[in-house]
Structure formats: structure tokens, C-alpha cells
């Protein structure tokens, strides 16, 4: 098979593991250290996971290995989105497995959470998992979005594990498959498989963090690559001075990945989606901010600029999600039929207008035609509007053009606008993990199998104090309910996983907004370039301005 150098060169990296699981395998012992209780919710969670809840946290140290020798059959499971360095958990996992114990095996269930109830499963073995070595994708086995939620399911995973002899299963997800690894390391305990679960903590979005989480794999190389994307349209942007970029960056709701991409390139402007809700801003006052750093910067003769787009924006906005919610009514059961039946859009715009109360006709009615027609035509298999599929990067152009319009007749504006369109979210997904991304994931799996060796359940494999050179990383566990509380989902009350939106008063957000004025004006890009995998650690070594911001850095 034809491999490019990097990718050659890739594999042979050796990832950096903390410290403390660098001596062999016989010399990590475990300390324990306080119960811990959730988050929130505390009796409620506690009725919930009788046999997991309240746990303690760990880490581990170099002494004796003290965990019982026996033999481990592990599955892994990859779930979600594709998120840099998630060969690296299960080659992690599989070097630690093998170190500990040559005859224990991994199996690897194919396609996401589905896999394992389908009993569908490769082993792996060296001449396989060394295809994969530090390299992006989630190839190795496949990934999926099945849910794995209901008591039907568990039972069906419990039968392929007994059939296995699998003693424990890795999830490796965001924080629904987190939440579900929980879930099923209770009903395991409570129904006395002897299956251990342990989960990672992966996605691109960043919003899979907390006090024990400093951050989810893959956000470091994800957003590097949409950074060093940014930066070269910026450069073009300064060079041709012709064209204002509007660039959506993925992020299914939170705007961490937008938010990073701006500490690192000084766009002139960037959305943070939770800034819009909490000062409950309409469509039309995002088009006026965003419309008043074009006039300002055309006052200055700059007729051009960038701006950042977080992909969930639009549903932060009130008025827009207030529409969505009437789209849906309006189109619920027999409905749908009635206006699929109608032949010409200046019909169904009719219906619409029929339809709709006349707050969320007015919104509809300011948006364009491409966006209305998508949110009518767009549906998810459920009839509702998808809301992910909006292209709101050409949303906020065509407004910010309307007005720019009205600004000209009054006289206000005199510049020109050339709008240009980007979406990065792919691009980033699947590159080669940065060396941050390669080391942190490869020290997950291996620190998940530590937690199986152990005999810990229902555990979150956690590395901690990532801002430091991974030598002085911190490597643990964590009881996943310490991370629960109650929320409304779907009309029931469920424990999960708090998703983390970016904080107004954290410190990433409070540097941005500090800055953000002067970056609307004036030309102030940096360029970052792309990712590099050798030399000096302050190029290639140092993980995002998010987590150096955080840690006050
Ligand atoms: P996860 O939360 O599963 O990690 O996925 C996140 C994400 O990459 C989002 O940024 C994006 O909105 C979504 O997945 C896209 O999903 P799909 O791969 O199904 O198109």
C-alpha cells in the first residue's frame, strides 16, 4: 500500500504517556482518594446508580502493582462524530493490555455502540493496530451514532459479552456516550456480569469538560486545523482586499471551536452562540454588529474582513428557535402531506403564512429565500427542521447585505461588499493528531486499561494538568456520575452529563471580548499556520490559547 512520508514517518512516533505510567506496567500502583458525590442532583443520581454512585476518585503512582492478575478479554467502541486521535485511545488500550499480559485480548466492536449489539467485531493484532498508529479517522473500527440507552439493549450487550468472555468494554464518546457508558456500567454491576465499563472523553465540540475534564480529545487538532485554514483566508483577505469571508465553524451547540479559532487568528469578528442567548439577541442585531464593523472598516478603506460563525448559532438566538418550534407544529402528522401536495413555493409561502403567528412570520419573513426554503424542505426523518443543515453563514451575509443596502441610501455606508462563503468542520475531523492530541489519547487508553486492570466500573479514564509538558501530566479515574445531574430530556427527567457552553465570565470568553472591538476595526489577523509535528516545543508541543487561558497561562 502507497503511504505518503508524514504517515510513515506518523507511525513510528512514540506518544508521550505521564510520568507516572512510564515504568513498567508491575510498578503503577493506585491511590485512592475522597467518595465523591455528582455534581448536582445528589439523592436523585444516588437512587439512580446504587452500585456505581459515590465511588471514589484515583490516581495513579509509581509502587507496587497491586491489581489482580487475570486474564482481560476488552471490546472497545468508538461513538460519535470522528475526533483526531481516536486510534490512539485504542492503540493505547491495546499496548497496555499487551504489556500487562501477552495472552489478554481486544476486541474491537465495528461501526459505534451498534457493533456491539450486533455482535459485529474484529481482534485486533499488531501487524493491524500498527497501520493506525498516530494517525487521524476513526477507520480502525468505524464509528456510529446508535444510542446504547435502553435496559433491551444491555441485556443484549451483556449476552455478546458472555459469549466473549469480554471482562470490560471501552466507550470511547462525547457526552451522551459517556452518560450511557454510566448507565450500562450500573445495570452490569447491578445484574453481576463482572463487565466493567470504562469511558474517554472525545469530541471535537470541547463542550465535554469540567472540573475533572480540562478537555476532550480532538479539540486541540481539530481546531488548529480551522485556525491555520483561517489564517491563510485572512492573509488572502489582506492581500486581495476585495472579499468579506463569512466562515461557519463546526460545534454542534457550544462555540468552543469558534471561540478558540478566534483567540488564535483575531478575526474581525466572531458569534459566541451563548453570548447571543444571554443578551437575547434578534437576527437583526447580529446583522447590524456584524454590518457595522464592514462600514467601519470600509470607512477606513478596508473592504474586506472575516468573520467566525459558530455551526449552532442560530438556535441561541430566541427568536429563531421560537420559529423552529412553529415550523414543526405547523408541519406535525397529516399536515405535512397537505403542504408537501403543494406544487409552487409562492403556495406553501402561503400556507406558511397561514400558518404561522405573526411574531414568527415576521422573522421568516426577514430571512432569505435559500433559508426559508431549507427550513421547510430540510427535515429530519421526525418531519422537524434540521437545524444543523441551515447554512448560517449565508444567512448572516444575505442580512448584513440588507442592511449594508439600507445603510447605503441613507448615506451612512459608501464601501463595497463581496461576500464569500466557507463551512470547515471535515477538514478537521480526521487530520493527523497534533503531538498534544497523539500523546493525550494514547495515555487515555492506556490509563483506561490501568482502570481494568484495577477493577474499576463505571469510571472515566482521566488525565489531568495537560497545560504542562505531559510528563507532569496526572493520570486517573473518575466515577462518571460525579459528573451528572438531573436534566429535562425529550419530556423526562434523565442524569446526564452537564454539556459545557462556554462561561461569559471564564477567562477565553473575557479575552476575546477585551480585544474583539479592536479586531472589528482594524486589521489585526495572526496567523498560526499549519500544525507541526516536529520541532521546538513552543511550536509543536503546545496545546490550545482555550486551556492556556483557563489555566491562567
Ligand atoms: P460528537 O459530539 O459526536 O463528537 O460530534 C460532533 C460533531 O463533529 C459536530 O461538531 C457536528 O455538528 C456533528 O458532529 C456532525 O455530525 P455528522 O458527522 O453526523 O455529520
Redesign the pocket.
Known amino acids: 500500500m502507497l503511504i505518503s512520508p508524514l504517515q510513515r514517518d506518523r507511525l513510528q512516533y512514540k506518544p508521550k504517556l505521564p510520568g507516572m505510567l512510564r515504568h513498567g506496567i508491575s510498578e503503577i500502583s493506585v491511590k485512592e482518594g475522597a467518595e465523591t458525590q455528582s455534581v448536582a442532583d445528589q439523592e436523585k443520581i444516588k437512587a439512580l446508580f446504587p452500585n456505581t454512585y459515590g465511588k471514589k476518585e484515583i490516581v495513579f503512582e509509581k509502587g507496587q502493582n497491586t491489581s489482580a492478575a487475570k486474564k482481560q478479554v476488552v471490546g472497545v467502541i468508538l461513538s ?2 470522528q ?1 483526531p486521535g481516536g486510534h490512539n485511545v485504542v492503540c493505547g488500550l491495546y499496548d497496555a493490555l499487551k504489556a500487562t499480559y501477552k495472552e489478554n485480548v481486544l476486541y474491537g466492536f465495528k461501526g459505534g455502540p451498534s457493533g456491539l449489539l450486533e455482535d459485529d467485531y474484529l481482534i485486533f493484532d499488531d501487524e493491524y493496530i500498527d497501520q493506525f498508529r498516530n494517525t487521524g479517522g476513526f477507520d480502525i473500527i468505524g464509528s456510529g ?1 446508535t444510542k446504547l440507552e435502553t435496559e433491551e439493549q444491555f441485556a443484549v450487550a451483556a449476552e455478546v459479552c458472555k459469549k466473549h468472555g469480554i471482562t470490560a468494554i471501552v466507550i470511547i ?2 457526552d451522551d456516550s459517556n452518560t450511557n457508558a454510566a448507565v450500562l456500567a450500573e445495570f452490569f454491576a447491578a445484574h453481576d456480569t463482572g463487565v466493567q465499563v470504562i469511558g474517554c472523553p ?4 470541547g463542550d465535554l469538560k469540567n472540573e475533572d475534564i480540562e478537555c476532550s480529545f480532538g479539540f486541540d487538532t481539530a481546531t488548529k486545523t480551522y485556525s491555520e485554514l483561517i489564517g491563510n483566508i485572512e492573509r488572502d483577505a489582506n492581500s486581495a482586499k476585495k472579499y468579506w469571508h463569512f466562515i461557519k465553524v ?3 451547540s457550544a462555540s468552543h471551536v469558534a471561540l478558540e479559532c478566534a483567540l488564535e487568528t483575531q478575526p474581525n469578528i466572531c458569534l459566541v452562540s451563548e453570548e447571543v442567548a444571554a443578551k437575547k439577541m434578534s437576527l437583526s442585531q447580529i446583522a447590524d454588529y456584524i454590518a457595522d464593523s464592514v462600514e467601519k472598516r470600509a470607512a477606513a478603506g478596508m473592504n474586506f474582513g472575516v468573520a467566525i460563525i459558530p ?1 449552532g448559532v442560530v438556535e441561541f438566538v430566541p427568536e429563531f428557535s421560537a420559529l423552529i418550534k412553529e415550523i414543526n407544529e405547523l408541519l406535525a402528522g397529516a399536515k405535512a402531506e397537505e403542504f408537501n401536495a403543494l406544487s409552487s413555493w409562492k403556495d406553501k409561502y402561503t400556507f406558511i403564512e397561514n400558518g404561522l403567528s405573526k411574531e414568527a412570520m415576521a422573522v421568516f419573513a426577514i430571512l432569505p429565500e435559500t433559508i426559508q426554503q431549507q427550513l421547510f424542505l430540510e427535515r429530519d426523518p421526525h418531519g422537524n427542521v434540521q437545524v ?1 443543515l441551515i447554512e448560517s453563514e449565508k444567512l448572516f451575509s444575505a442580512m448584513v447585505k440588507a442592511k449594508l443596502d439600507e445603510r447605503k441610501k441613507n448615506g451612512t455606508y459608501k464601501g463595497k461588499f463581496s461576500p464569500l462563503h466557507h463551512f470547515f ?1 471535515y477538514e478537521g ?1 480526521c487530520a493527523f493528531p497534533s503531538n498534544f492530541d497523539a500523546d493525550y489519547c494514547y495515555s487515555l487508553g492506556y490509563n483506561a486499561f490501568m482502570l481494568i486492570q484495577y477493577g474499576y466500573n463505571g469510571y472515566l479514564s482521566k488525565i489531568s494538568n495537560l497545560s504542562k509538558p505531559a510528563e507532569e501530566w496526572v493520570a486517573g479515574g473518575m466515577p462518571i456520575t460525579k459528573m451528572m445531574n438531573m436534566e429535562r430530556r425529550h419530556g423526562e427527567d434523565k442524569p446526564v452529563i452537564r454539556k459545557a457552553l462556554v462561561e461569559l465570565d471564564g477567562k477565553p470568553f473575557r479575552y476575546f471580548a477585551e480585544h474583539r472591538d479592536q479586531w472589528a476595526v482594524e486589521t489585526a489577523y495572526t496567523y498560526p499556520g499549519a500544525i507541526q509535528y516536529y520541532g521546538p516545543d513552543e511550536v509543536c508541543n503546545l496545546t490550545t490559547r482555550t486551556l492556556a487561558l483557563e489555566k491562567g497561562l
Open positions: 460519535g462524530g475526533a451514532r464518546g462525547g472525545k469530541t471535537i465540540d463546526m460545534g454542534r455551526e444543523s468542520g475531523r
